[in-house]
């Protein structure tokens, strides 16, 4: 049996580590202060912020990971290491939909940390304005979720917008059952986003039959009636609870065990290629016949993955169609750009969304 080590030896051990640990992420401060310095030498004025980079820097720790700390938490304490580093540079500011406590608030922290000034903005349509107009760095948006498929009112913004993708953050989405009440009884309307609402129909229906379920603009916002009303009880975040002082009254009440969102962060930036990238274009056929044939055919002649592939109404025609399709790979790779140029031909229209780094946890 190995030796017991003294408490008061482990706890002094602990400090000289914290103390190490502190000297370590202070020098890497300086270098951040350093690498400001540089590229405001260079004439760069824009964000200072570089997804592609920081997925590679995020993937080699994890790769170099021997634990026992699991790999998403080293990613985290990474995240905002790196986080505080940026906002010594240059903070940013991000565009979330709000209010405060929404999964989309909790997708920016995910993607970016504490350190940056998270901007609550109440609906899709208004998260590219801001970031169009220059009001915020970078907006992030909900784009699919595993269970109720894709968001679009984001889909369709594209259309029209010139914001390119920048990055994605996967989000496992629990819903949670939250009000000033203690019991089930005790509920009379329960609020939530239509999203939320249709993730946890099967448990609704199962243990609140007969009560009234009415669709707001966020989750944040049903967590907020709910506070402010007795009887009235919402579908939100753990996060949302803490935000305005709710009970939880039911974990976990989604009706799919692995609901998971997808969230995507839009800005001006192109991100350079990683070797675990994404990308996301826009096609648009017209309406003609083995029209979809002509889009798929260039992948599978290239040897190139789909990850994803939608239609939505192009509004530009009776029965025309445009489709957003996800393909492995970045733009700049051989194969992906073949693959563009072929279909290109072959299409009305064309556009690159964006090619980006995976999301990394």
Same mark, same amino acid.
């Given at each position: 049996?190995?030796?017991?080590?003294?408490?008061?030896?482990?706890?002094?051990?602990?400090?000289?580590?914290?103390?190490?640990?502190?000297?370590?992420?202070?020098?890497?401060?300086?270098?951040?202060?350093?690498?400001?310095?540089?590229?405001?030498?260079?004439?760069?004025?824009?964000?200072?912020?570089?997804?592609?980079?920081?997925?590679?820097?995020?993937?080699?720790?994890?790769?170099?990971?021997?634990?026992?700390?699991?790999?998403?938490?080293?990613?985290?304490?990474?995240?905002?290491?790196?986080?505080? $580093?940026? @906002?010594?540079?240059?903070?940013? +500011?991000? #565009?979330? %939909?709000?209010?405060? !406590? *929404?999964?989309?608030?909790?997708? /920016?922290?995910?993607?970016?940390?504490?350190?940056?000034?998270?901007?609550?903005?109440?609906?899709?349509?208004?998260?590219?304005?801001?970031?169009?107009?220059?009001?915020?760095?970078?907006?992030?948006?909900?784009?699919?979720?595993?269970?109720?498929?894709?968001?679009?009112?984001?889909?369709?913004?594209?259309?029209?917008?010139?914001?390119?993708?920048?990055?994605?953050?996967?989000?496992?989405?629990?819903?949670?059952?939250?009000?000033?009440?203690?019991?089930?009884?005790?509920?009379?309307?329960?609020?939530?986003?239509?999203?939320?609402?249709?993730?946890?129909?099967?448990?609704?229906?199962?243990?609140?039959?007969?009560?009234? $379920?009415? @669709?707001?603009?966020?989750?944040? +916002?049903? #967590?907020? %009636?709910?506070?402010? !009303? *007795?009887?009235?009880?919402?579908? /939100?975040?753990?996060?949302?609870?803490?935000?305005?002082?709710?009970?939880?009254?039911?974990?976990?009440?989604?009706?799919?065990?692995?609901?998971?969102?997808?969230?995507?962060?839009?800005?001006?930036?192109?991100?350079?290629?990683?070797?675990?990238?994404?990308?996301?274009?826009?096609?648009?056929?017209?309406?003609?016949?083995?029209?979809?044939?002509?889009?798929?055919?260039?992948?599978?002649?290239?040897?190139?993955?789909?990850?994803?592939?939608?239609?939505?109404?192009?509004?530009?025609?009776?029965?025309?169609?445009?489709?957003?399709?996800?393909?492995?790979?970045?733009?700049?790779?051989?194969?992906?750009?073949?693959?563009?140029?072929?279909?290109?031909?072959?299409?009305?229209?064309?556009?690159? %969304?964006?090619?980006?780094?995976?999301?990394?946890?």
């Amino acid at each position: 049996m190995a030796d017991i080590i003294p408490l008061s030896e482990l706890r002094q051990k602990i400090d000289a580590l914290d103390q190490q640990i502190l000297q370590l992420i202070n020098q890497r401060a300086h270098c951040a202060l350093e690498v400001a310095r540089t590229k405001q030498a260079e004439g760069e004025t824009g964000s200072f912020y570089r997804p592609d980079r920081e997925a590679q820097v995020l993937r080699r720790i994890k790769d170099l990971n021997p634990g026992p700390l699991g790999d998403e938490a080293v990613v985290r304490l990474f995240r905002e290491v790196m986080s505080a $580093c940026l @906002a010594l540079e240059k903070p940013l +500011e991000i #565009a979330f %939909l709000g209010p405060e !406590g *929404t999964f989309t608030q909790q997708a /920016a922290i995910k993607h970016f940390g504490h350190a940056v000034h998270n901007v609550p903005v109440p609906t899709i349509p208004e998260i590219f304005k801001a970031v169009e107009t220059g009001n915020c760095q970078f907006g992030v948006v909900p784009v699919e979720n595993s269970t109720e498929g894709v968001v679009a009112h984001t889909l369709d913004r594209f259309m029209t917008s010139p914001l390119h993708i920048c990055g994605e953050v996967e989000i496992r989405i629990h819903q949670n059952l939250l009000g000033k009440m203690e019991t089930l009884g005790e509920i009379a309307e329960v609020f939530s986003h239509q999203q939320s609402l249709a993730q946890c129909r099967h448990w609704l229906d199962r243990h609140l039959p007969g009560i009234p $379920c009415t @669709a707001v603009s966020s989750n944040a +916002e049903a #967590a907020r %009636l709910a506070s402010q !009303g *007795t009887g009235r009880a919402a579908i /939100a975040s753990s996060m949302a609870a803490e935000r305005y002082e709710l009970n939880i009254v039911e974990k976990h009440i989604e009706d799919e065990a692995d609901n998971t969102t997808r969230f995507i962060v839009i800005g001006e930036q192109k991100p350079a290629a990683t070797g675990f990238d994404k990308t996301s274009i826009l096609v648009s056929t017209g309406n003609q016949a083995g029209a979809l044939h002509k889009i798929l055919g260039p992948f599978a002649e290239h040897g190139i993955s789909m990850a994803h592939i939608e239609s939505r109404p192009s509004r530009q025609g009776l029965w025309e169609y445009v489709f957003f399709i996800d393909i492995e790979g970045h733009c700049d790779d051989i194969n992906v750009a073949s693959a563009l140029r072929a279909l290109q031909d072959n299409v009305k229209r064309l556009r690159i %969304l964006g090619s980006y780094p995976k999301a990394v946890i």
